[in-house]
């Protein structure tokens, strides 16, 4: 597991906007993928571990960088969110 890590620039998005994007990047790469996200809304902090437990990826901390950047690793089975709220749990039915 030497790769490098998928860079994903979430640049100035609000929380929001950025868990829509993280969350359809994640989707396209494979279980056990190392991202970086670069975010500089003053939420990410909070708001990536509260999703990554949500959704069932591994947050692993921040990382030492220019622009702040948040590790975290895609789960072989994430759990799925609503579509326009991906802080939610998918309803089941």
């Known amino acids: 597991m030497g790769s490098e890590p998928v860079v ?3 640049g100035d998005r ?3 906007r950025l868990l829509l ?3 359809g990047h994640l989707a396209g790469l494979a ?3 190392v991202v970086h996200l670069l975010a500089t809304d003053p939420a990410a902090p909070i708001d990536l571990p509260a999703w990554c437990h949500l959704t069932g ?3 692993l901390g921040p990382v030492a960088a220019d622009t702040p950047t948040y590790a975290l ?3 072989e089975r994430p759990r799925a969110t609503q579509p326009d709220s991906p802080w939610r749990p998918a ?3």
């Open 21 to 23: 994007e993280l969350r």
């Open 31 to 33: 279980p056990g993928t």
């Open 14 to 16: 609000s929380c929001v």
């Open 8 to 10: 994903i620039d979430g």
């Open 91 to 93: 309803a089941h039915g």
């Open 57 to 59: 990826h591994a947050y």
């Open 73 to 75: 690793r895609v789960a």
